[in-house]
């Protein structure tokens, strides 16, 4: 057992312990909190499709993280981003298209299943921008464990688990409640900053430090006050429903299959689901996708994937 120095890193020390090893947003939660959000996962993973059902799995961690990994206190939650405007999207697209078999052959080159492959053989076939990245669960994990191995530098004693996407854990919840970003209408954590092109990972903590909470919602782009505010004015007060997604449907609307409605998804008609799950054929009632992998519809069209 690692002997504990009794010295354990300030807030601030581990937020820039974990910038020092290229996170660009974190924040912290409260490790013994229970997620109120878990009751209403609960509803909406009872009607999910058969290929979703490991996410009702181990459902009595999820509501509370210190059941998931008991030793922790607190945990270190990170926003990793994967796109931004000076990449371009089509350019990229259009390389993998002259590359060996196209689509098909860069998801197999690049491990990941293809299980609508009548889709991937299209000409000029897109890909979900996720995917134009390197497999993601073992790059976050992979930071995340160098930032464990800095704080045990400073305390042999302290240890935490790391996750992104496989565990048991509700990660956009916490995100959340770390103030990463806010729940958007399209269901994904929309952060003021980078949008919602980011994946989430984390590590906890055996030992407590205070919490950030959740951010206050920021005004929609386009506002009075969000223009005067690009623009160094004084801005004006925006009214609550101008904050956060507002009145806007653009996501709903944007998306062929109907799959967003009311802050809720249905993966039963999300292509994201459709074309990278799905082991049936693919439904006649929905009409083709533009994407072969995944589906970028609804952040493409969101105001704050716009820079």
Same mark, same amino acid.
């Given at each position: 057992?690692?002997?504990?120095?009794?010295?354990?890193?300030?807030?601030?020390?581990?937020?820039?312990?974990?910038?020092?090893?290229?996170?660009?947003?974190?924040?912290?939660?409260?490790?013994?909190?229970?997620?109120?959000?878990?009751?209403?996962?609960?509803?909406?993973?009872?009607?999910?499709?058969?290929?979703?059902?490991?996410?009702?799995?181990?459902?009595?961690?999820?509501?509370?993280?210190?059941?998931?990994?008991?030793?922790?206190?607190?945990?270190?939650?990170?926003?990793?981003?994967?796109?931004?405007?000076?990449?371009?999207?089509?350019?990229?697209?259009?390389?993998?298209?002259?590359?060996?078999?196209?689509?098909?052959?860069?998801?197999?080159?690049?491990?990941? *299943?293809?299980? *609508?492959?009548?889709?991937?053989?299209?000409?000029?076939?897109?890909?979900?921008?996720?995917?134009?990245?390197?497999?993601?669960?073992?790059?976050?994990?992979?930071?995340?464990?160098?930032?464990?191995?800095?704080?045990?530098?400073?305390?042999?004693?302290?240890?935490?688990?790391?996750?992104?996407?496989?565990?048991?854990?509700?990660?956009?919840?916490?995100?959340?409640?770390?103030?990463?970003?806010?729940?958007?209408?399209?269901?994904?954590?929309?952060?003021?900053?980078?949008?919602?092109?980011?994946?989430?990972?984390?590590?906890?903590?055996?030992?407590?430090?205070?919490?950030?909470?959740?951010?206050?919602?920021?005004?929609?782009?386009?506002?009075?006050?969000?223009?005067?505010?690009?623009?160094?004015?004084?801005?004006?007060?925006?009214?609550?429903?101008?904050?956060?997604?507002?009145?806007?449907?653009?996501?709903?609307?944007?998306?062929?299959?109907?799959?967003?409605?009311?802050?809720?998804?249905?993966?039963?008609?999300?292509?994201?689901?459709?074309?990278? *799950?799905?082991?049936?054929?693919?439904?006649?009632?929905?009409?083709?996708?533009?994407?072969?992998?995944?589906?970028?519809?609804? *952040?493409?069209?969101?105001?704050?994937?716009?820079?």
């Amino acid at each position: 057992m690692n002997k504990d120095t009794g010295v354990y890193p300030s807030k601030e020390k581990l937020l820039a312990i974990a910038r020092e090893h290229g996170i660009v947003a974190c924040g912290i939660a409260d490790a013994g909190l229970d997620i109120e959000e878990h009751s209403r996962y609960m509803r909406c993973v009872s009607e999910l499709p058969a290929e979703l059902s490991y996410l009702s799995r181990a459902d009595g961690k999820r509501n509370r993280l210190s059941l998931w990994d008991h030793r922790a206190k607190s945990v270190l939650v990170c926003a990793f981003p994967y796109w931004d405007s000076r990449r371009n999207y089509a350019s990229e697209m259009a390389a993998i298209s002259k590359g060996p078999d196209g689509a098909f052959g860069y998801l197999v080159r690049t491990g990941r *299943q293809n299980l *609508q492959e009548a889709l991937l053989r299209r000409r000029n076939a897109r890909i979900s921008r996720y995917a134009l990245a390197s497999d993601y669960h073992r790059d976050v994990k992979a930071k995340l464990r160098e930032v464990r191995d800095a704080l045990k530098k400073i305390n042999p004693a302290i240890c935490g688990s790391v996750f992104c996407d496989t565990s048991p854990i509700m990660e956009k919840e916490l995100a959340r409640l770390a103030g990463l970003g806010f729940r958007g209408r399209n269901t994904l954590i929309i952060s003021p900053k980078f949008g919602s092109w980011f994946f989430i990972g984390g590590l906890t903590l055996n030992f407590w430090i205070k919490p950030d909470g959740p951010c206050p919602l920021p005004d929609m782009p386009g506002t009075a006050d969000a223009c005067n505010s690009f623009c160094g004015g004084a801005g004006k007060v925006v009214a609550p429903e101008e904050r956060g997604c507002g009145s806007c449907r653009i996501c709903e609307t944007s998306c062929p299959a109907q799959a967003l409605s009311g802050w809720r998804l249905n993966p039963g008609r999300c292509y994201a689901f459709l074309t990278t *799950q799905l082991k049936t054929k693919f439904p006649s009632d929905i009409p083709v996708p533009l994407y072969s992998y995944g589906c970028d519809l609804c *952040q493409e069209k969101c105001p704050y994937n716009k820079h």
